[in-house]
């Protein structure tokens, strides 16, 4: 058996950042990934950088297209294997760099295979048991599947499965209407593929505000993106995809089947079994305010503890669980995190923070809304990127109490509001701040 201060379990953006600050700390530190392709974790591998490399393609063969380019350029598959190459590329470098972070570092121990408990403490990799007072659990999640009879074909992958494309397909089939769904639907209607998106049941972005998703309907049916409601795959039979709407049996060829229907966590196989660390009913790793699990020195973090998956998430659990390891008295805890800002890279991409008007109605708090059409910023005409809003909600004390903005700087500018909410800065600062120009975040002189 061999001791060391700290296990780190899975190569996520938390565990990977905790490894190395508790090694520059001094602790002795192993960490375990069953994947050598996931070092760096999911959002460098198969997550945030390699789709938001491929959507940054795709938008500029969407510019080109725009400009009335596209003969000059002769855009075809080859510019999706291009953009495929320069994200593997890319992908290939950061692992490396990762991997040589940790692996080069003498209080880092790195070893490859799956990691399982033996008890609360010992955990078993390969053949060999390795224990520690302070272990950390950050194995990510996986694509959600579904149980589809299929014959003869091999149309259906998943988010991992559909970065490794070899050629552009198409026809595409998107299973799931949600942000992550529409995200690739946006991006491969950019690269030239025909796309339909089926979606369950009649609804569409269920939590935002109803003018909010329809503008988002709008501008994503505009793309040339076939949306398709109260449907479900039957069967696929080759390239023959049986689905059913309304009660109507519809038969369609795709080139590829996309399923997008949320993602689980990485559990299985973990042995958790073996120990007293409990699960909640979604099968998280159940933790609390520190996240610490039901047992003392087992922390999780990142898509394993559930919430919000997001990496910058991630990044912040390694904050409350740093100063915890190293005995300091005073530490973040899980509770002091609001207000976290999310962004879609569909094009243009949306953005979130704080509350939208249904989730203030709801709670019954009195806001003014300020409202301005991206057509209404000079930036986006110079950019030529005019579709969609900027809406901001004020409270009765001139504080911003939510934000969404959909428009080509979103994902940029809702830093600043998700800021200005935390920090409750009032409206009247931003509305008369002075800003450089043309720039999308001037609009807020206007917006305010």
């Not at 060391?4 to 001094?26: E, Q, R, S």
């Not at 408990?117 to 959600?144: H, M």
């Not at 501008?219 to 390239?239: C, P, Q, R, T, W």
Request: glycine fraction near 8%.
């Amino acid at each position: 058996m061999k001791k060391y201060d700290v296990l780190v379990l899975g190569w996520g953006k938390a565990g990977k950042t905790l490894a190395a600050k508790l090694a520059g700390n001094g602790k002795k530190v192993a960490i375990v990934e069953k994947d050598p392709k996931m070092y760096g974790g999911t959002c460098i591998n198969v997550g945030c950088l390699p789709t938001k490399s491929l959507a940054n393609s795709s938008v500029i063969i969407n510019e080109i297209t725009k400009l009335g380019l596209e003969r000059d350029y002769n855009i075809d598959n080859s510019f999706f294997i291009n953009a495929m190459a320069s994200k593997k590329s890319m992908v290939e470098k950061l692992n490396n760099k990762n991997y040589g972070l940790l692996a080069n570092n003498p209080n880092v121990d790195v070893y490859d295979g799956l990691a399982t408990f033996i008890n609360d403490k010992e955990i078993k990799v390969n053949e060999e048991v390795l224990t520690a007072d302070n272990i950390i659990i950050n194995t990510g999640s996986r694509s959600r599947t579904l149980n589809i009879p299929v014959n003869n074909s091999n149309l259906i992958a998943y988010s991992d499965e559909i970065l490794e494309l070899e050629e552009l397909p198409a026809k595409l089939l998107v299973v799931g209407a949600g942000f992550i769904g529409l995200e690739f639907a946006s991006m491969f209607a950019n690269f030239g593929s025909e796309v339909t998106v089926l979606q369950f049941d009649n609804s569409f972005l269920p939590s935002e505000d109803e003018e909010d998703a329809k503008m988002v309907k709008q501008v994503i049916e505009d793309k040339g993106i076939k949306l398709e409601f109260s449907a479900s795959i039957k069967e696929i039979n080759g390239k023959e995809v049986t689905y059913i709407q309304n009660g109507e049996e519809k038969v369609e060829i795709f080139d590829k089947v996309l399923i997008s229907v949320g993602r689980i966590p990485n559990t299985e196989g973990l042995g958790i079994e073996n120990t007293n660390i409990k699960l909640t009913e979604r099968g998280e790793v159940l933790v609390d305010n520190n996240l610490e699990t039901t047992v003392k020195g087992v922390w999780a973090a990142g898509d394993i503890k559930g919430g919000p998956q997001f990496t910058y998430v991630s990044l912040d659990d390694s904050r409350i669980i740093l100063p915890q390891i190293l005995g300091l008295e005073k530490h973040r805890v899980l509770s002091d995190r609001t207000n976290i800002a999310t962004s879609t890279f569909i094009d243009p991409p949306y953005s979130r923070v704080g509350l939208n008007e249904k989730e203030a109605d709801r709670l019954g708090i009195k806001y003014t809304k300020k409202y301005l059409l991206t057509a209404g910023i000079p930036k986006a005409h110079v950019n030529r990127e005019t579709e969609g809003f900027s809406k901001v909600l004020l409270n009765e004390n001139d504080e911003i109490i939510g934000a969404v903005l959909f428009h080509a700087a979103s994902a940029e500018m809702i830093n600043i509001l998700s800021l200005a909410i935390n920090q409750k800065i009032k409206g009247e600062v931003l509305r008369n701040f002075i800003y450089t120009h043309p720039t999308f975040t001037e609009s807020l002189n206007d917006l305010i």
